[in-house]
Structure formats: structure tokens, C-alpha cells
């Protein structure tokens, strides 16, 4: 078996976004997943996807370990979300709108366009320590039932992590690791809250959780992730 990460979905210019990436290893595991990220995912190149006997699942190039996926738990406490309208105000405190380490991320690119990245822009809530940014999943992201694919869900759980622990500052910082729990995919269309929300930090690790919810307030996916500040 093998996964090529087209370069539409790329994080920085010249590796994949780790968010979509944990979501393509984490098709081979049913349920919750941690991923652990080793090494940039390398673009428009075949990596070959092993399933170990002990159940785990490891992208690789060649000899190389890039990501390591394995069935987990999430105990995560889920702050209560915005509306939509708060969702999308916040937007608009985006602190990389014109000043973006990675301009061209498929998640959080300011240089990406409708239809080509997700543009989920999360800015700081007001009166609360989390960033959120409203989401409408569009026809580019579906399966055969309409509803959005399992790998962009991880995708959507990964940029606003890294506003959350960012806060106002604009430092580069690279997805160490993610586990998700997809409860609900969206459909196509469906107007939906992004929320993220920083949990700790230890040395260069930085701790957050992120949560997509429905218009009215539904858990559709949550996560909890590591952050390396570089």
C-alpha cells in the first residue's frame, strides 16, 4: 500500500500538512487515533504504509519513519463553543492574515483560495483565552455521501492548536502529534465552528486542544495535540 500527499495539501511549501497527513494514517485504524509525526511528509512522492502485527500503522519513505499511527484515548475537557457569528467574528482577529509563516498551508494559508484550502482563519475569542473560526466544508473535500472525507476532518483539528498556543505572537511551529476522535463528519455546505484552546506547555512542547462543532453547538471531532516551537 502506498499514499502520495499531493502538493494542494502541503503545511509548509515543501512537506504535508500534519494535520491532513495524521488523517491519512489514521484510515487504517478504526476509532480513536494518536499520530506521531517524525519527519516532514514529503510531497508528490509514493510512501508506503505498513500495518505492524502489533496494530500499528507507519508511513515511510523508503527506510525512513515519517509518521507513526496507533489506536489511543481522549479525555479531553471541551470548553462550551461561540455561535457561528462569534466563530466568524473572530476570524477577523487572525493574527497571520498578512503576516503568515507557512502563507500557502492547505488549512490556515491566507494565500490559498475557496476551493483550494480550507482557509479555517482562527482568531482570539472575545473575553475568552481560545481562538475559533467559523467553517463551511465546500464540494472539493466530500466522499460519495456527501459528507466531508475523514482526512480533511483531522485537517480542520490541526492550524487552530497552533493559534491557541500561540496566542498574539507569530512564531513558526510544527504539529509534534494529534489524537483525534471524529465523531460526526460534517456534510458538505453545513456551517461549522472551529475552536481551539491551549491545555500547557513543557520546554519547547506546547499542549492544545482543538474541537469542530456543528452551527448549533454539536461535537462533531475533537483532538488534543503536541506543538514544537522551531
Not at 59 to 81: M, R, V, W
Not at 91 to 119: I, M, N, Q, W
Not at 148 to 170: K, M, Q, T, Y
Request: proline share 8%; net charge neutral; hydrophobic share 40%.
Amino acid at each position: 500500500m502506498y499514499k502520495i500527499i499531493h502538493k494542494r495539501f502541503c503545511g509548509p511549501p515543501d512537506s504535508g500538512n500534519g494535520g491532513y497527513v495524521c488523517g491519512l494514517v489514521a484510515q487504517y485504524l478504526e476509532g480513536i487515533a494518536e499520530v506521531r509525526l517524525y519527519k516532514p511528509p514529503p510531497l508528490e512522492k509514493p510512501l508506503d504504509v505498513e500495518v505492524t502485527r502489533d496494530g500499528m500503522v507507519l508511513l515511510k519513505d523508503g527506510e525512513t519513519i515519517i509518521a507513526q499511527g496507533k489506536p489511543s484515548s481522549l479525555n479531553l475537557d471541551l470548553p462550551s463553543p461561540p455561535s457561528f457569528d462569534q466563530a466568524r467574528e473572530a476570524s477577523s482577529r487572525y493574527v497571520s492574515e498578512k503576516d503568515h509563516f507557512f502563507p500557502t498551508c492547505f488549512v490556515c494559508g491566507p494565500a490559498r483560495c475557496p476551493k483550494d484550502g480550507l482557509r479555517i482563519f482562527p482568531g482570539m475569542l472575545s473575553g475568552r483565552a481560545a481562538v475559533a473560526s467559523a467553517w463551511i466544508p465546500d464540494e472539493t473535500l466530500c466522499d460519495d455521501s456527501s459528507l466531508v472525507r475523514r482526512e480533511f476532518v483531522w485537517a480542520s483539528l490541526d492550524c487552530p492548536g497552533a493559534f491557541a498556543v500561540l496566542g498574539l505572537s507569530i512564531r513558526p511551529v510544527v504539529l509534534g502529534s494529534l489524537t483525534a476522535d471524529i465523531v460526526q463528519c460534517p456534510a458538505i455546505g453545513q456551517r461549522c465552528i472551529v475552536m481551539g484552546w491551549k491545555i500547557g506547555e513543557q520546554g519547547r512542547k506546547r499542549m492544545a486542544g482543538t474541537a469542530l462543532f456543528s452551527d448549533t453547538g454539536e461535537i462533531l471531532a475533537k483532538a488534543q495535540a503536541v506543538w514544537i516551537e522551531i
